[in-house]
């Protein structure tokens, strides 16, 4: 008796796959169209502590029709939501943030950005055609102010 599956006998010999990224392009046209707002300061009582934190919260927010002349996609919701969650897995993007972060604790303790050891959690939501990105950043200083 033959085994009540079908045998294989053709394989596929080019393997399709469909991947959706951001374009390095993209992510430098979303950035530079970005609206930006930080809050932060130094911990409370560290400022004669020979190891002091910055923290900082950055938001960001992008709306797409704001750069809808800059892409082939349109500005719209569902757009948005695609963007948010490639934002959240985009190496680029993930640097990006690192230095926008660096350079306001930096900014905000008085030190250069490649001294500070940054740390960050992100969160990135949509309403309408706006991209929201929240960084809260925390730097630690060792030493002295420079």
Same mark, same amino acid.
């Given at each position: 008796?033959? /085994? /009540?599956?079908?045998?294989? #006998?053709? *394989?596929?010999?080019? #393997?399709?796959?469909?991947?959706?990224?951001?374009? /390095?392009?993209?992510?430098?046209?979303?950035?530079? &169209?970005?609206?930006?707002?930080?809050?932060?300061?130094?911990?409370?009582?560290? #400022?004669?502590?020979?190891?002091?934190?910055?923290?900082?919260?950055?938001?960001?927010?992008?709306?797409?029709? @704001? @750069?809808?002349?800059?892409?082939?996609? /349109?500005?719209?919701?569902?757009?948005?939501?695609?963007?948010?969650?490639?934002?959240?897995?985009?190496?680029?993007?993930?640097?990006?943030?690192?230095?926008?972060?660096?350079?306001?604790?930096?900014?905000?303790?008085? @030190?250069?950005? &490649?001294?500070?050891?940054?740390?960050?959690?992100?969160?990135?939501? *949509?309403?309408?055609?706006?991209?929201?990105?929240?960084?809260?950043?925390?730097?630690?200083?060792?030493?002295?102010?420079?």
């Amino acid at each position: 008796m033959a /085994p /009540p599956w079908a045998r294989v #006998r053709e *394989v596929q010999l080019i #393997r399709r796959e469909i991947r959706e990224t951001l374009s /390095p392009g993209a992510v430098q046209v979303l950035f530079d &169209h970005a609206e930006l707002v930080v809050e932060g300061g130094e911990e409370l009582g560290g #400022r004669g502590a020979s190891d002091r934190r910055v923290f900082a919260t950055v938001m960001i927010t992008i709306d797409l029709a @704001c @750069c809808s002349a800059r892409f082939r996609e /349109p500005a719209d919701e569902a757009t948005a939501r695609r963007v948010a969650e490639l934002m959240e897995e985009d190496l680029q993007v993930r640097h990006e943030l690192h230095s926008l972060a660096a350079r306001e604790l930096a900014r905000l303790s008085g @030190c250069e950005p &490649h001294t500070l050891v940054v740390s960050l959690e992100t969160s990135v939501r *949509v309403e309408e055609t706006a991209v929201l990105v929240d960084v809260d950043a925390m730097a630690t200083l060792t030493g002295r102010r420079e």
